[in-house]
């Protein structure tokens, strides 16, 4: 099945620090892929849709120059939390769809998630 | 917007049968439902998706009426291992073809008890 891999799978920085979190379909060609955050018992929150070769498309809240996504390659998208500050410290995931997938409504893919703690 | 409702919780014990329940009244017509299990500090792995009456796979089925105004994930026999939480999903409407957003409920905390 469809394998969406994410790095690192957590990370400790000191505030001020930008991060960079990795998505990756692993065996699959992925033209869009979703990032999320999801707080302690809480819902995922979608922050973004990434789209291979053009600018994401950002939800309404969520600040695009702090939350920097690249999209260079139709199995890799990158999340940079620049400037990082306790507020952000947050579970980020990440999620792709298949586009061969035989399933009509071609369900996401999720990576396994990574645990930023900013101190 | 399509939005679901579920059971915040729900309490079992290894072997019985779990069904939970989501109304997604809103749905639009070529909205499928899709269901996703959490466990702590993992991503969401997919269950089970349809789109109307039954559907059932190696790990669960779901139930969804004619009027597709609700829908009910049934899996056979728990144990431990499934105490997770729960998601149902229907697509937003206002998305067209593979940017289809999904929008996530609160979810259904299942605790399964030896």
């Known amino acids: 099945g469809a394998v969406v891999s994410q790095h690192p799978s957590w990370v400790i920085c000191k505030s001020g620090t930008s991060v960079k979190i990795e998505c990756r379909s692993l065996d699959f060609q992925a033209t869009t892929m979703f990032w999320y955050r999801q707080f302690p018992k809480q819902s995922l929150m979608l922050m973004a849709t990434?789209?291979?070769?053009?600018?994401?498309?950002?939800e309404q809240g969520v600040e695009k120059d702090k939350f920097l996504i690249n999209h260079a390659s139709l199995t890799l998208s990158t999340l940079t939390v620049t400037s990082a500050h306790p507020e952000d410290s947050s579970f980020y995931i990440c999620?792709?769809?298949?586009?061969?997938?035989?399933?009509?409504?071609?369900?996401?893919?999720f990576g396994d998630g990574t645990r930023l703690s900013i101190l | 917007l399509a939005k679901t409702t579920q059971p915040i919780s729900m309490d079992s014990y290894e072997g019985q049968e779990v069904n939970i329940t989501c109304s997604h009244n809103?749905?639009?017509?070529?909205?499928?439902i899709t269901w996703y299990q959490q466990f702590p500090s993992q991503g969401p792995r997919f269950i089970i998706q349809g789109y109307k009456t039954k559907v059932t796979n190696e790990v669960a089925s779901l139930f969804i009426p004619a009027d597709r105004k609700s829908s009910t994930l049934s899996l056979p026999r728990v144990s431990l291992s499934d105490t997770a939480v729960y998601y149902c999903l229907v697509g937003d409407p206002r998305q067209a073809g593979n940017n289809r957003k999904l929008i996530w409920g609160l979810g259904t905390s299942l605790a399964v008890n030896p």
């Open positions: 999620s792709a769809r298949d586009p061969l997938d035989r399933l009509s409504n071609q369900p996401q893919h």
């Open positions: 990434s789209n291979e070769g053009s600018k994401a498309t950002y």
């Open positions: 809103n749905i639009a017509t070529n909205d499928y």
